[in-house]
């Protein structure tokens, strides 16, 4: 199939990682769920206004609420994978990892019965130290990622990496989260506290911009981003992540709501890797130096 031309109008996806409010507190698991409140008023903003959204689960959250994921299946959504639970990418071993992402795949078709063929690492962890997680990605049957983010910061991210859609292998195509350029400059603003940061009229001044400009918008968004009553009393995390974690809360939902209004209805990620190179322009260029010898990493997790 030969790309489009970089010329074309740039879509919009939508989606979210459905994770609980103490996926960056690794001190507060098994603290009670929250998940299935926002994650219902989620769903139902994006029925007000017309739009699908891919929806990476953690399994630990679809055992716990299968009827969210039902409903998202019901209404048309896609269903991801974002991880049996949220260890990072790169504090995993390849083989534990493959069985871990082939052990959740599984557990979500059982649940929502369609097939699961795309993935998002938790907090981005697809870095250079862990592509190796490419192969076992494609060996388990996975076609669409969306986990490699193309900017730096402490925790995640390849900033040399592809701002456009890319073939990661022959099966496998990567559709990495939004950034707009200005000269060699990248600047995140599709979601998590990027998008609760920024002000609301420069997320929609770059998202206008990077859609005339031929470049596909990824937004992102986490249900406990939408639950302001979540608990802030945790002494035992780090300031850091408890400051990216709560930081302007209340402003997501609007947020959301008003996005969605001016620009939507927004689609779900393509699920097959032949729909997704559909994507692919005269821009799309490989991941330089790919594939990296294989590292393991440590790091403390909080979400941006």
């Known amino acids: 199939m030969s790309a489009m031309p970089a010329s074309s109008r740039g879509r919009l996806f939508f989606t979210i990682d459905v994770e609980d409010w103490t996926a960056d507190f690794p ?11 926002p994650m219902h008023r989620l769903l139902d903003l994006l029925e007000a206004h017309q739009s699908r959204a891919t929806l990476f689960f953690l399994v630990e959250c679809a055992r ?3 009827e ?11 269903i991801g994978l974002h991880g049996l639970d949220h260890r990072l990418v ?4 390849p083989d534990a990892f493959e069985r871990a992402i082939r052990e959740g795949r599984q557990c979500l078709e059982d649940v929502g019965g369609v097939p699961v063929t795309t993935y998002r690492a ?6 250079r130290e862990s592509l190796w997680a490419v192969e076992r990605l494609e060996a388990a049957g996975f076609e669409v990622d969306s986990s490699i983010f193309p900017t730096k910061n402490h925790l995640y991210g390849i900033p040399d990496a592809p701002v456009d859609p890319y ?5 496998l195509v990567e559709i990495p989260p939004s950034v707009a350029l200005f000269g060699n ?3 995140p603003f599709g979601g998590g506290f990027y998008l609760r940061a920024l002000p609301l009229w420069v997320t929609q001044q770059l998202l206008q911009r990077n859609v005339k400009a031929g470049r596909n918008v990824v937004l992102y968004v986490h249900p406990w981003e939408l639950d302001v009553e979540q608990p802030r009393d945790l002494p035992y995390t780090s300031v850091v992540a408890r400051t990216i974690h709560y930081f302007q809360l209340r402003r997501t939902e609007e947020r959301l709501a008003a996005l969605l209004r001016q620009f939507g209805p927004f689609e779900a990620l393509p699920q097959r890797a032949e729909a997704a190179r559909a994507l692919l322009t005269e821009r799309s260029v490989p991941l330089a130096g790919f594939p990296a ?6 790091r403390q997790a909080s979400h941006v």
Do not use: E, F
């Open 27 to 37: 001190d507060m698991q098994g603290a009670p769920s929250r998940v299935a409140a």
């Open 64 to 66: 716990r609420h299968p």
């Open 68 to 78: 969210v994921l039902q409903r998202a299946v019901a209404a048309g959504h896609h």
């Open 90 to 93: 790169y504090r995993q071993q």
């Open 122 to 127: 938790p907090c981005w962890s697809i870095t």
């Open 167 to 171: 073939a990661l292998t022959p099966g």
């Open 185 to 187: 400059l990248k600047v």
């Open 293 to 298: 010898p294989r590292a393991d990493a440590g």
